[in-house]
């Protein structure tokens, strides 16, 4: 079936402008993840939906981010006003949403701010 | 805070030989251990998921062992080959939450 799917798979952007990433998990699961990746870094969480719950927005980095999701479908992730240091790769994530399950990622978005 | 670390950074072996990435992680509550591989430009691929509860899993040439009294895991890979090459990352899914904590990885290039 298909996987986790991200758009657009780059991202060009000025310095300032705002930017939308989104994301569509495998179909039935309930777990939305998003994570960044700066070049030569590793992962680091961002955002967590499970179902109906409150979000786990723990990983924001800043105001300027945040992240909606519609029921257990699509995810986006918006980047505000972007600096030079939100440059990174982001990755989506889903899964089943139970505590032993295993994570499924996108292909990522890769966002260069200029 | 749980912190992952993996060693080495990076290694590189000629086509045949086995080796063995190593994977800690500092609290040992951990619901489970996961092993990517993430090639250049592209997204993660799920290797081996090891459950809190497990001490190993097996998929074909590879091989997760998991040790959570002493904080580590690692990840043998048997008879590698020049399809190996990618960068390897550790992560576990902590109790108190359900995100996952990544290590930096371990960049392999296996030269034919």
């Known amino acids: 079936g298909a996987g986790v799917s991200q758009s657009p798979s780059n991202k060009v952007t000025e310095k300032g402008k705002d930017v939308e990433l989104r994301c569509d998990p495998i179909?039935?699961?309930?777990?939305l993840y998003w994570y960044r990746q700066r070049l030569g870094q590793g992962l680091e969480f961002l955002i967590y939906?499970?179902?109906?719950?409150?979000?786990?927005k723990s990983g924001l980095p800043s105001d300027r981010f945040s992240a909606e999701r519609t029921g257990e479908s699509v995810s986006t992730l918006t980047i505000q006003r972007t600096q030079q240091e939100d440059s990174a790769v982001y990755l989506c994530?889903?899964?089943?949403?139970?505590?032993?399950?295993?994570?499924?990622f996108g292909p990522g978005t890769r966002l260069t701010v200029t | 805070k749980q912190e992952v670390t993996q060693i080495p950074a990076a290694l590189s072996v000629p086509e045949g030989e086995n080796l063995v990435l190593n994977c800690s992680f500092t609290?040992?509550?951990?619901?489970?251990l996961q092993w990517f591989r993430q090639d250049p430009g592209k997204g993660l691929t799920s290797l081996l998921l090891i459950q809190s509860s497990q001490r190993e899993q097996t998929s074909g040439r590879l091989n997760a062992s998991l040790d959570k009294s002493s904080g580590r895991s690692t990840l043998y890979i048997a008879a590698s080959q020049p399809g190996d090459s990618a960068t390897y990352l550790c992560?576990?899914?902590?109790?108190?939450?359900?995100?996952?904590?990544f290590g930096e990885g371990t960049q392999l290039t296996v030269n034919p």
């Open positions: 994530a889903s899964s089943l949403g139970l505590a032993f399950d295993e994570q499924y």
């Open positions: 179909s039935g699961h309930t777990a």
């Open positions: 609290d040992s509550a951990i619901y489970n």
């Open positions: 939906f499970q179902g109906n719950s409150a979000p786990d």
């Open positions: 992560a576990v899914k902590v109790t108190s939450g359900s995100r996952l904590t």
